[in-house]
């Protein structure tokens, strides 16, 4: 399958894509206007999300894993009222996040891992104001500290592989140690004790 077939999905909450090697056109995704939960893992073909997404406004979560191919994420993602989960990791060819990140009114954590073309994150994402979490895992090309995240006045976690700072791998800096919002939806390894804690 290269392509999705047009839906007459009135009630589909989640849809989850897994290891559609072939897959490489989501548009018809906006026809599923209930979807709460995306999940598109091993999607290897796939190079860039469709405009479409933007009329997926009950979208909560969006996890994104080994879409190798991947190369951006459409602006279009900022006019997700919903959203407040994004999830993006092992997707080698994204080389940056969009600035509509800041829109994301929503947004409460941010989660990158392993995107090595991955050099920083949005400016813009100082304007998302519900944001308390971002974590970013393995993205060696990032530059540390990212000084556009060091304004955000809310929890903020940064997790850092950076082979020139001789950091360990599991480095947390926790910016604001309030811990809210529904963070019974994460892992408990999240906050597990083995982390290295600032505060």
Known sequence: MAT???FDAKRFQEVSFFRCCRLTSLESLGELHTLKTLNLWTCQALTQLPCSLSRLQSLEKICISECHALRSIPECIGELC???YVQIKRCDCLTSLPDSLGRLQKLWMLHIESCAALTQLPASICNARSLEH?????????VFPPANVTCL??????????RQYRLPQLLLLILCARRSGPQAHLPDEMWSDSYTTYS
């Not at 971002?134 to 990032?142: E, Q, T």
Request: proline content about 4%; some cysteine; overall charge positive.
């Open 4 to 6: 999705l077939p047009s």
């Open 82 to 84: 919903s959203l407040w």
């Open 134 to 142: 971002v974590l970013v895992k393995g993205c060696n090309a990032m």
């Open 153 to 162: 006045q809310t929890r903020a976690i940064l997790n850092y592989c950076q």
